[in-house]
């Protein structure tokens, strides 16, 4: 099973490029989420969608956007990159919301220079 | 708002020992859910045990134990026999029931387990 899947897993990004992490699950989940991770912190949300065509702000949505057009994708935007973006993002699915188990990505590193 | 708080930096057991990784939170709510994640070296979020406050049963999952106590908003994870896989970030995490969708983590307690 493939799970929760997310591309690319490192990119050097140039501050003010903009860019796309893409995540697809194939587990028929309602729920994905966007998190981040930074260095000896815990993962704080950034987007979150409960179904195709409905997304709202997690924690930390600033310098973020997301579409879910389809039950399976939901890519994260990051427009004009900043050194502050720089961290560890993981996409992740659940059936019935934050309360059911959540399955993760392997996690993409974005380095901002 | 809802903190989750892990006292425990960093902490080292030795294999086939227990060792007992500390979670305190704070809320106002009476039903919500909490969790311990896994994320060994490969960076990977694993879900290792989930409790749902209104069981005052603690959840055991193979070698992983919880003790939850509710009145002290306490949920320690005992990891008995203790394996070299078992090095790792753990994260508690605590999740209320109904209202905004938001799991909130603290920063982790680094475990190691020494041959």
């Known amino acids: 099973n493939a799970g929760v899947t997310q591309t690319p897993k490192f990119r050097i990004l140039k501050i003010g490029q903009s860019m796309t992490l893409q995540c697809t699950q194939d587990m028929n989940h309602n729920y994905m989420y966007w998190y981040r991770q930074d260095p000896g912190m815990g993962l704080k949300l950034i987007y979150y969608?409960?179904?195709?065509?409905?997304?709202d702000k997690g924690e930390v949505p600033n310098g973020y956007n997301v579409s879910r057009s389809t039950t399976e994708d939901f890519p994260l935007r990051l427009e004009l990159a900043a050194p502050s973006q720089t961290s560890v993002y993981f996409c992740?699915?659940?059936?019935?919301?934050?309360?059911?188990?959540?399955?993760f990505g392997e996690g993409s590193w974005l380095t901002v220079v | 708002a809802q903190t989750v708080t892990q006292s425990q930096p960093e902490m080292s057991v030795q294999e086939a020992e227990t060792v007992t990784l500390s979670c305190t939170y704070d809320?106002?709510?009476?039903?919500?859910?909490l969790f311990w994640y896994k994320q060994p070296p490969s960076r990977q979020m694993i879900l290792v045990i989930r409790q749902e406050a209104y069981k005052q049963q603690n959840a055991t999952e193979n070698r992983f134990s919880v003790n939850f106590q509710k009145a002290a908003k306490s949920f320690s994870l005992k990891i008995s026999d203790s394996q070299l896989g078992d090095t790792a970030m753990y994260f508690c995490?605590?999740?209320?029931?109904?209202?905004?969708?938001?799991?909130?983590f603290g920063k982790g307690t680094k475990l190691t387990v020494n041959p």
């Open positions: 995490a605590f999740a209320s029931q109904g209202g905004s969708e938001k799991l909130v």
């Open positions: 809320t106002s709510e009476n039903n919500y859910y």
């Open positions: 969608s409960v179904g195709a065509g409905i997304t």
């Open positions: 992740a699915s659940s059936h019935r919301g934050q309360t059911d188990t959540i399955y």
